[in-house]
């Protein structure tokens, strides 16, 4: 069920005409770097600059990064899971949560949309997938 919900997620911000990341007013430094990456490897493998805000307007495609800028629904999620648990959750309006606990959580929440999403294991690998991409759009 999580790989569809992924999937599904991935399918509907390709869709965006311009998908936000979104980090809140309180986010962690490690939620910001997460963030940080995910716009990295998103305009390496796509060529979509994806912008980092504190806050969008809720009708805009975002990707909500880190507990501060989830809903009350995905943090009471949050509350449940131990260690560096995390949460990657489509929400209502086309938008995606990406949140963790503790030092790690998001970044692994961030590391594993990128995974399942665009195919990125490891940060080495995205010189392979990026030149896939170019040679599939050249056929």
């Known amino acids: 069920m999580r790989i569809i919900l992924i999937a599904v997620a991935a399918t509907q911000l390709a869709r965006a005409a311009s998908p936000q990341i979104v980090m809140g007013n309180n ?3 490690e939620a910001r770097e997460a963030a940080s990456e995910l716009a990295h490897y998103v305009a390496k493998a796509t060529g ?3 912008s980092i805000t504190d806050s969008a307007p809720a009708s805009a495609i975002r990707i909500l990064v ?3 800028a989830c809903p009350p629904e995905v ?3 949050l509350s449940r899971l131990r260690g560096d648990g995390y949460v990657i959750q489509s929400l209502p309006g086309g938008s995606l949560a990406l949140a963790g606990n503790g030092r790690d959580g998001t970044s692994f929440a961030v590391y594993r949309f990128l995974e ?3 195919g990125i294991r490891k940060p080495y690998q995205l010189r392979d997938l990026v030149q896939i991409l170019r040679k599939a759009s050249c056929s």
Request: glycine share 6%; no cysteine.
């Open 116 to 118: 399942r999403s665009l």
């Open 27 to 29: 986010s962690s430094a």
């Open 66 to 68: 880190g507990p501060s």
């Open 48 to 50: 979509e600059q994806l």
């Open 75 to 77: 943090r009471k999620q």
